[in-house]
């Protein structure tokens, strides 16, 4: 998500087009027709992914080859074969944040009708540790690390996000190999980020080397003055060797191009990276929470989908 310091309800039933699940595969079986970069990358698949049905996961010259559609009974623990949990509070989150994430189904579970919902909660408990803020705040936040990364596709979430001032929900990716190569030399990918006092403004930004504390960043607005809290939205990046393209609602808002870095940045977009899901709250850039933020506030994700070029 966004680094700008040291570093980094729904109402009623809706109908969905969604991609019927058919098994937890392997490895090859994932990689299978998989994305072929042209310069250095490579796939990385781990097991246990959950991968839609090919044949009902193809359009527009692109083929599903990895997703989570969040099937489950309400209250039950998003899938461990393919999500791991980030735990704790600042200072090791670098942007002077508030919340203190858990693994706790109460800030991040299934609720029954195909939704990932993570929660923020006003809520002390014992053993929180926090560097700033009033450590009254726990939330969610989960990645695919160790479980699946990916070099190139197209990456897209389904989300609603919270309204609220100094509510941060993102959905993003980090280089796989962060544990050899410190960021920002791995590299983020920010495909939706967006803060309670701008609530009908998605951002999508990229960090790397000489782009640091202000990456290179795209943003677009709804218009009339709408909020993207009022409704369920499509955020989404299409990621390949020279380029990344940022789409809301499957229409593109934003490019960052290889060729087009300034002198002492560089760009680090050849390798996996890892997806991520989470609800900060405060911060650097959304401030801090006031009086009428509301609370528990919900980012509910009806899917994470994965494509390769069909």
């Not at 699940?21 to 310069?39: E, I, N, Q």
């Not at 939704?115 to 002390?124: G, I, K, P, Y």
């Not at 450590?135 to 690390?145: A, D, F, H, L, P």
Request: charged share 25%; aromatic share 10%; hydrophobic share 35%.
């Amino acid at each position: 998500m966004r680094l700008r310091m040291r570093r980094r309800l729904r109402s009623g039933h809706r109908p969905r087009a969604r991609a019927r699940l058919l098994t937890a595969l392997a490895v090859g079986a994932a990689l299978t027709g998989g994305c072929s970069p042209a310069r250095g990358g490579s796939d990385e698949v781990v097991p246990a992914a959950q991968v839609a049905e090919p044949a009902r996961g193809a359009r527009n010259g692109w083929r599903l080859v990895w997703s989570d559609e969040f099937q489950g009974a309400a209250h039950s623990r998003p899938d461990r074969r393919t999500w791991v949990f980030d735990r704790g509070g600042e200072p090791q989150w670098g942007n002077h944040e508030w919340q203190y994430y858990t693994d706790r189904p109460g800030n991040a579970s299934l609720d029954g009708r195909g939704d990932l919902v993570l929660t923020a909660r006003r809520e002390r408990l014992r053993g929180m540790v926090c560097s700033v803020g009033p450590c009254n705040i726990t939330s969610g936040r989960m990645t695919t690390k160790g479980r699946y990364a990916r070099a190139y596709g197209r990456f897209e979430a389904r989300i609603r996000v919270p309204r609220g001032q100094g509510l941060w929900p993102a959905f993003w990716m980090l280089g796989a190999n962060s544990d050899k190569v410190r960021w920002p030399g791995n590299g983020e990918i920010d495909v939706m980020e967006v803060v309670g006092r701008q609530p009908g403004t998605v951002h999508g930004s990229v960090h790397g080397p000489g782009y640091v504390k202000q990456g290179i960043e795209k943003h677009t607005a709804l218009a009339h003055g709408r909020s993207l809290a009022d409704g369920f939205h499509t955020y989404r990046v299409d990621w390949m060797p020279d380029r990344i393209v940022w789409y809301l609602d499957d229409k593109p808002y934003g490019v960052a191009r290889s060729g087009r870095l300034r002198r002492g940045q560089k760009w680090v977009f050849d390798h996996p990276h890892y997806l991520l899901l989470n609800l900060a709250v405060g911060g650097d850039w959304p401030g801090p929470p006031d009086r009428k933020t509301p609370f528990p506030a919900r980012m509910v994700v009806d899917y994470v989908r994965v494509y390769a070029p069909a």
